[in-house]
């Protein structure tokens, strides 16, 4: 698909995902247009459904408050909601295919290992329902394994506060 696009910015869906309202690409589009050049992720809020399809909450808030909870966890910044520019990709390379759950959450920290070229867009943008594969409990050994790749790969530090309440969960 990222080879494909033509446009600047590319945002992901799931095969169960789907944008908030009709007219929410052109809204975001006025936004995108503003960001400067430098600036390659920019994301918005997702609205999270039960299975049953009723509202939980919205995901997304702006950077400065977000940051290093992003590098630990990645919980407010959905894929769903992260529009990328596509030179992120030819700077940084295509998705890493051996993580099966977290491959988003790595090429984001690929892309903001340089600066924080991140811009916060206050529109929900999509709707997400839970019970996905990186919420199911029997992946939770995965998705702790694939962040732990990640943080090796990158040099980053995890904090054990983490690391033990999502292995306690596990």
Known sequence: GVACAQGEWILFLG??????????LEEVS??????PAPVQIAYAKVLILDTE???VCVLGKPWDKESNRFLQIMLNMPHQGVFHRRRLF??????????????DKEILVRGLKEDDPVFYLDI???????????????NSFIVLREHHYIAKKHAQKLPFWYWFSALAKA
Do not use: C, N, P, Y
């Open 15 to 24: 095969s169960d995902d789907h944008l908030f309202h009709a007219r929410v």
């Open 30 to 35: 006025d936004h995108l247009k503003k960001i």
């Open 53 to 55: 399809g009723r509202r």
């Open 90 to 103: 030819e700077q940084h390379g295509m998705f890493d295919e051996s993580l099966r759950i977290v491959a």
């Open 124 to 138: 929900i943008v999509s709707v997400m329902q839970q019970g996905g594969i990186s919420s199911d409990i029997k």
